[in-house]
């Protein structure tokens, strides 16, 4: 394959950034890393990309478990064709992993996820024939043994300053380096767990 476009989205809710916005407070980081221009708002996703269309950065603007009609739009309104020469990868809090960790995944049967079950039922549905990768940014760990409403009012909480740190200096560094290998590998990335160790190995100290 060779790769022509890669795209990363970003789910999570709208309004106050919290544990559940981590795939857009990843972003943002890219938007910077990238030196790319202000996001353009264009009602259910925003934008940015790199002057040759080689990256694009698209934050989806509607409710996580709505993220599906997101990224719908936004195939629909840019005419990107997810083919054999584009990656997708969705950015996503991952309440599995802890936070410092990031890992690349591709769908499973059940997702307990809303923002990533939303985006497999489209993916399944109109376009299983992409190369989609989910790219988890550990937020955990998660509460013990916490119940349905536990969960969800701590995903919607705030980072504190200390685990907003390590955000910023462990998991973005983290995520580039995922990206840089996800290039430099032209999209190819294979089995997912070879993957993750490798990285896991090139990046520990």
């Known amino acids: 394959m060779s790769l022509e476009t890669l795209i990363f ?6 309004g106050p ?7 857009h407070i990843m972003l943002r980081y890219l938007q910077d890393y990238f ?19 080689g990256i694009i950065l698209v934050k989806s603007n509607s409710y996580m478990n709505e ?20 990656v997708l990868v969705i950015l996503y809090d991952d309440f599995e992993n802890n936070l410092g960790k990031v ?19 489209l993916i399944s549905s109109k376009y299983n024939t992409a190369t989609v990768y989910k790219l988890g940014i550990g937020i955990g760990p998660k509460p013990h043994k916490a119940s349905k409403d536990t969960m969800s009012s ?24 995922y990206m840089d290998e996800i290039i430099e590998r ?6 997912c767990n070879k993957f993750n160790a490798h ?6 100290p």
């Not at 032209?186 to 089995?191: A, L, N, Q, T, V």
């Open 35 to 53: 030196d790319l221009r202000e996001l353009t708002k264009k009602a259910q996703y925003s934008i940015t990309k790199t002057s040759n269309n």
């Open 154 to 177: 701590w995903v919607l909480s705030k980072f504190n300053a200390e685990e907003a740190k390590v955000l910023e200096d462990t998991s973005f560094d983290l995520l580039t380096d």
């Open 199 to 204: 990285m896991t190995k090139i990046t520990s």
């Open 186 to 191: 032209d999209g190819e990335i294979g089995d």
């Open 9 to 14: 989205f970003s789910v999570g809710n709208p």
């Open 17 to 23: 950034a919290t544990r559940h916005s981590t795939g």
């Open 67 to 86: 993220s599906n009609k997101a990224l719908k739009q936004f195939l629909d309104g840019e005419r990107i064709k997810l083919n054999e020469s584009s």
């Open 103 to 121: 890992k690349i995944s591709t769908f499973k049967k059940n997702e307990s996820h809303n923002g990533i079950k939303s985006i497999q039922n």
